[in-house]
Nanobody, 126 residues
Framework: QVQLVESGGGLVQAGGSLRLSCAASGRTFSSYAMGWIRQAPGKEREFVAVISWSGGSTYYADSVKGRFTISRDNAKNTVDLQMNSLEPEDTAVYYC???????????????????WGQGTQVTVSS
């Protein structure tokens, strides 16, 4: 399993941007699909975005599609989430997550992931 550490959270005004980063340890990072999950206060964890092990495929929740972009660098063992046009509803703790994958399948839901980071807080003020 990979160990995951998030960074880049903070406070931003509505309409602003933030870039989250996740650093992963382990020699087999390129075998893992990587995703971002978030949890707002009093709510269940919500799938945000995922990128396949190769970086060739991505998938987004409807709520962030067109505003967020997930990317990865397998040489650096990192995965990023660029968040633009942020809204107060995006306020949450954001978690990096991973799942060892084979072939073309990759996780699309919270329950599909197997390892998690400790999270980074994103707060969007109105």
């Amino acid at each position: 399993q990979v160990q995951l550490v998030e960074s880049g959270g903070g406070l931003v005004q509505a309409g602003g941007s933030l870039r989250l980063s996740c650093a992963a340890s382990g020699r087999t990072f390129s075998s893992y699909a990587m995703g971002w999950i978030r949890q707002a206060p009093g709510k269940e964890r919500e799938f945000v975005a995922v990128i396949s092990w190769s970086g060739g495929s991505t998938y987004y929740a409807d709520s962030v599609k067109g505003r967020f972009t997930i990317s990865r660098d397998n040489a650096k063992n990192t995965v990023d989430l660029q968040m633009n046009s942020l809204e107060p509803e995006d306020t949450a703790v954001y978690y990096c997550a991973s799942r060892l994958t084979y072939g073309s399948w990759f996780p699309h839901a919270v329950g599909d992931f197997r390892s998690w980071g400790q999270g980074t807080q994103v707060t969007v003020s109105s």
